[in-house]
C-alpha cells in the first residue's frame, strides 16, 4: 500500500460557504463526464478494437483481444478514443462549464502551489517559456505520444494553461524531497517511514491520518525530535525532511490528507 501525503487548499476566510457550492457543482460535472465517457466507450469500443463484446461463450483468445483493447483505451491515455471523446459537442460543453466553475473555485482558495509562488503557464512569460521548451524538446525527441496528442506548440500551450510550474517556484523549501507517482510535486512519500529503522510505531501509524494545520505542526515536532535519536545518517535525514515538511506547511495554515 502506498502512501503519499497531500495537501488541501486553503479556504480564504469568509469564502467557505461559496466554495462549498463550487466544490459541490464540480464533483457534479465530474460526475456528468464520467457517465458520458462510459457511455462513449460502450458505443464505440467495438468500433476500434474490431469486435463486440465477447458474451460467455466466446473463446478465450476473444476475450484477451476485448481485455486488451479495454486496458488501451482506458488505462492510458492520451489515446485516439479518449482525444475523440474530447472533440465532441457535448464533452466541450461540459468542459466550458467546468472550467467556469473551476475559476470560481480559484477566487476562494489558496493552492499550495500559491503558497510556493509557483509561476503558472499562459499566465506568467517564464512559465509559459518553460512550457514551450518542453514540447520543442519533445518534438526534436520525436517524441510519437506527445506530438499525437499535441501537434502543435499552440495545441500544448492550450493544455498546458494555468498549469503552476513546480520547477519554477520562488520557495522550494515545501517541496517534498521525496515524492510519489501521479501526485504533486508538494506532496511527500510518507510511506518512505515505515522503512525507517527504530522510528516508534506510533509515528508511523500517524502518517496515515488526516491533519488540519495545528496538528501538521505538531507531527513535524515529534518527527524531528525522532530524527535526533536514530542511529542512520540516511534515516535522520529522511525523517527531518518529512518533519520540515509538515512545519513548512502547518505554520501556513494548510491541512494534510493520506493518499493511500
Known amino acids: 500500500m502506498g502512501l503519499d501525503w497531500c495537501l488541501r487548499d486553503k479556504v480564504i476566510e469568509g469564502k467557505e460557504e461559496q466554495n462549498e457550492f463550487n466544490?459541490?457543482?464540480?464533483?457534479?460535472?465530474d460526475d456528468e463526464i464520467g457517465k458520458?465517457?462510459?457511455?462513449?466507450?460502450?458505443?464505440?469500443?467495438?468500433?476500434v478494437i474490431g469486435m463486440k463484446e465477447p458474451d460467455?461463450?466466446?473463446?478465450?483468445?476473444?476475450?484477451k483481444v476485448w481485455e486488451r483493447g479495454i486496458m488501451k483505451y482506458t488505462g492510458c491515455f492520451p489515446n485516439d478514443l479518449h482525444s475523440a471523446f474530447y472533440e465532441e459537442d457535448t464533452t466541450k460543453r461540459m468542459l466550458d462549464k467546468q472550467k467556469e466553475w473551476r475559476q470560481s473555485a480559484d477566487l476562494c482558495v489558496v493552492s499550495p502551489m500559491e503558497a510556493l509562488e509557483a509561476p503558472r503557464v499562459g499566465h506568467d512569460k517564464e512559465a509559459t517559456d518553460w512550457a514551450i521548451a518542453q514540447w520543442?524538446?519533445?518534438k526534436e525527441g520525436q517524441n510519437s505520444r506527445?506530438?499525437?496528442a499535441y501537434p502543435t506548440v499552440?495545441?500544448?500551450?492550450?493544455?498546458?494553461?494555468?498549469?503552476y510550474v513546480s520547477e519554477l517556484a520562488k520557495n522550494q523549501d515545501g517541496i517534498g524531497t521525496v515524492s510519489g507517482i501521479a501526485v504533486g510535486a508538494e506532496s511527500f512519500r510518507g510511506k518512505?517511514?515505515?522503512?525507517?529503522?527504530?522510528l516508534d510505531q506510533d509515528l508511523i501509524d500517524e502518517a496515515y491520518t488526516d491533519h488540519d494545520p495545528d496538528e501538521l505542526m505538531g507531527y513535524g515536532e515529534r518527527l524531528l525530535i525522532a530524527a535526533l535519536t536514530l542511529s542512520s545518517n540516511d534515516d535522520s535525514e529522511l525523517v527531518e525532511s518529512a518533519a520540515k515538511w509538515c512545519e513548512f506547511w502547518g505554520s501556513r495554515g494548510f491541512s494534510m490528507v493520506p493518499w493511500y
Open 23 to 29: 466544490m459541490r457543482m464540480l464533483n457534479e460535472l
Open 136 to 138: 520543442t524538446e519533445g
Open 146 to 148: 506527445l506530438l499525437a
Open 192 to 198: 518512505c517511514l515505515q522503512f525507517v529503522e527504530d
Open 56 to 63: 460467455e461463450g466466446a473463446s478465450e483468445e476473444e476475450k
Open 36 to 47: 458520458e465517457w462510459k457511455q462513449y466507450l460502450q458505443d464505440n469500443l467495438p468500433g
Open 154 to 163: 499552440e495545441s500544448y500551450l492550450e493544455y498546458a494553461e494555468g498549469l
